[in-house]
């Protein structure tokens, strides 16, 4: 989108569109400029570095990196190193945030305000189909590790239709024909990195205020023909040849991109008041002849546009600025301590081990003599051999290290949650204190990363309304396509203790219907028979394709919720509920039990249960023993607790 076209040598472009198009283009290159000065600006927020310069540093310390560069052969001999501690505490934090994949959940209204439950959990159950079958959960691995490393990375929610080229052999040889490309079709959850997004103000944080934001990322040459080659401009891409317009001239001149010879910059730039969206390869315009013919794909069910990023970040910074701090950012002059501590700490160990001497005397000695069980006998009587250093004391360094380490504890999670024994020292009450705060740290990040995944939430949910629930073509490579409403089928879900196959089906014939009480009972009953009842291994969801996709979704994360329990805890906690409420004439024994079995066996929780029948004939032949509560949940629920571990 931009470089340099002063110059005699630099050649005039084949691709000289129409004014209203250069004018457009010279709008977008100047935000292109602006995002790009806001990257590379120094910021007082991000410690007098620009985001490039923070991202980078704060890469250096995630990845351990150490200059072993010397130039000085008498330094040589020194230990460079470090203790990668920031480095393993990412990690921990990263496997506490990642326990689970998270999922946001749902809650529909319909046009009087009034919450729907089945609609809200379809849409819950759609969103995890979604996770399921796209490549959601690789990037929010990675979205949730760059939020601990970077300033800011972003998740994108895409949706696409790409065909691509196969060959099919027939009689007369080969043919190509096209078919659904399911790699780079249907939804898509793209990571961007905080140089890959461009904002037009630093000190808006809800990046739908934005007044424009542009995607760039560089692609190959092939995958831009299969998304882009049937546009006009098409013609005038190339590989490696940037195509910048300068506002002297008012012409487009081609300059080579050395850097990238052999991909495509693609460059999507969005306007949300303005309803539009125009991509950009390699400066090349291919959006409609007609400028205000360029909508945002991306719409909610009331079809206004919505930029399809969400913004992910560690600790906001203040309560403006865009971007975060990192934890790195967070723990970076504490771990570069921490390894200059280590450094001298070596370095004396090694002088220590191997020390250097003077000798006074008239014999001549060197450091080949110098190595274990060696005997020297000196002919001058008065030699003498002492040591240059005196005695170390590494007793305060090691103590000062111990004070730095318990600094980058608190911010992050402690040893102990990240998966280390304790010290055999360590007093259970410190511990508990230790844990406590962990816990409380990382609940705060859960609250910004849940933040997050609310406004993620809210894109799916816009992509299910949109591109889900309208009829599909399923058939191609040749012949006549079939319009049909897609159906999802979510495998071992847990109803009632049984694992079941869940199947969510949009029926067209449910359109501008009402059905009666009467009619839904008889309609239920006909989809437990397709079922297979009594032997149900699935369960059957028709859905009008029409009404949920008027309903209104708010979305909602509980950060709590976000971190899977301790699952001994939560066995001996049942367990121990079972006991005590065992003969409460208001609890329902068959369901807590049935919740019970569910901490142990999951799906298989109700091939253990009694049927009904076998129940009575059981309290016919025997009485239970009444007011004797089991041990065993006792002890269980007093060994978890004795550990000290989180919930």
Known sequence: MIGETKGSNIPVSSYQPSKAISDFTSHVREDFSQGIEILNKPWIELGDLSVIERMNRDQRTFNAFVDEDVDDPSEAWKWRGTRSK???????????????????????????????????????????????????????????????????????????????????????GYTVTEILDEVLSGFQAPVYTADQILITNAYEQNIQRQRGIIKRRYIEYSEAEAKYGEHENWQYVQKGIKSVYSDDQGLFYDIKDDEHPNLVEEATAMYRRD????????????????IEANPIRHRDNRNAPKYNVVPFGYQRINEHFFYYKSLMNAQYWDNRLLDAQYEVGMNRAFLDTDMPIAITGKDNIDSDIVFPSSIVAFADKDVKVSPLLPAANLGNLFSGMAIVEKSIDESS????????????NQKATALNIAEKNARTLL???????????????????????????????????????????????????????????KVLRFDESLLGKAMSDKRKSEKEIELAIEAGYPDIKKIIYNINPELFSRMKYLVRVEPELMFPKNQEFMQALMLQIQTQFEGNPYIKVPALTRKTLYQFFRGETEELLKTPEEVMADQQNAQPDKGKGSPVGSMAINKALSTGLPV
């Open 275 to 290: 309803d539009t969206e125009v991509c950009f390869l390699n400066g090349i315009y291919l959006g409609n002849e007609d």
């Open 443 to 501: 609940q705060g990040v859960g609250k910004t990363l849940a933040e997050s995944i609310v406004q993620y939430g809210g894109l799916m949910a816009d992509i299910a309304v949109n591109h889900l629930t309208i009829p599909q073509i399923m058939e191609i490579a040749g012949k006549e396509g079939k319009m049909k409403y897609p159906t999802f089928i979510l495998e071992n879900k847990v109803s009632e203790g049984k694992s079941v196959s």
């Open 86 to 172: 920031a480095r393993n505490k990412a990690i921990a934090m990263h496997a506490q945030l990642t326990a689970g994949y998270i999922i946001p959940m749902f809650m529909a209204q319909n046009d009087n305000d009034e919450e729907d439950r089945d609609f809200s959990n379809i849409m819950r159950d759609i969103c995890e189909w979604m996770v399921n079958n796209s490549n959601y959960k690789s990037s929010f691995l990675m979205a949730t590790m760059g939020m601990l490393v970077n300033p800011v990375t972003y998740l994108g929610a895409e949706y696409a239709q790409v065909f691509q080229k196969i060959k099919e052999k027939t009689d007369k």
């Open 413 to 424: 999670v402690s040893d102990v949650t990240g998966g280390q024994l304790p010290d055999a």
